[in-house]
């Protein structure tokens, strides 16, 4: 079964409106990291943002802030203001707790955002 | 900014040669990671290294591929032979510890023809 699930093989939106780019999980550990990571054309993975499993609040970075629903699984990220350098591909990946592994990332396929002028 | 450094960026071969890709992670980082990324997909972790120890080898090709870290800082991943199938990015990321966040270098994107 697949760990990570991105189910949006592609994005459009307009310049200055929000997106909302879906990723859910699976993970029978009750630590677990998520986190989502953007990969331009030139191929280096930034890291945007994470979400621990304990954490109370959704987490905020900048425009950046992710949708932790913990019942449903998924730990959607939703981008404000879209502005054109964020067109790039964008991965949801999972850390699953020290019982589980060593702290390796398992990612999903991502989603390709295209931000129109 | 302290950053993951990688080299080669690109590397064309022909299949049976060798090659090697070189990782210096952050200053500091004690966890190092390989990972392969097949175009069109996401990273898979090849090899994870704490300090100089491999901690995580398990998709790794041990025929074809090697891996070490040999003072526990900068890292060398090797492919020999080189097969069609290995043309992909190799990506390098650091951490903390193995429950920091990761980040990742530039990448190496090899051919093999």
């Known amino acids: 079964a697949q760990k990570i699930t991105q189910t949006q093989p592609g994005m459009f939106v307009q310049e200055k409106e929000a997106v909302t780019l879906d990723c859910t999980y699976d993970t029978s550990d009750p630590s677990y990291g998520l986190f989502w990571y953007k990969q331009p054309s030139s191929g280096e993975m930034i890291f945007l943002i994470y979400q621990g499993s304990y954490d109370q609040q959704n987490a905020t970075e900048g425009r950046y802030s992710l949708n932790f629903q913990k019942a449903r699984k998924s730990a959607n990220l939703v981008i404000s203001a879209s502005q054109l350098g964020d067109s790039a591909m964008y991965f949801c990946?999972?850390?699953?707790?020290?019982?589980?592994?060593?702290?390796?990332?398992?990612f999903g396929q991502g989603t390709i955002l295209t931000v129109h002028p | 900014e302290a950053e993951v450094a990688q080299s080669p960026r690109y590397k064309i071969t022909e299949k049976s040669q060798a090659v090697a890709f070189w990782c210096d992670p952050i200053s500091g980082h004690a966890t190092l990671y390989w990972y392969r990324q097949i175009l069109g997909q996401g990273p898979e972790l090849l090899v994870q290294?704490?300090?100089?120890?491999?901690?995580?080898d398990s998709q790794l090709p041990k025929d074809r591929f090697s891996a070490e870290r040999l003072k526990g800082v900068d890292s060398t991943l090797k492919i020999q032979p080189a097969e069609l199938g290995d043309s992909a990015m190799y990506l390098c990321?650091?951490?903390?510890?193995?429950?920091?966040?990761?980040?990742f270098g530039p990448g190496t994107r090899l051919l093999v023809l």
């Open positions: 990321a650091s951490s903390l510890g193995t429950q920091e966040t990761q980040y």
């Open positions: 990946a999972m850390r699953e707790g020290l019982s589980t592994s060593y702290g390796k990332l398992t």
């Open positions: 290294f704490q300090d100089e120890s491999v901690v995580d």
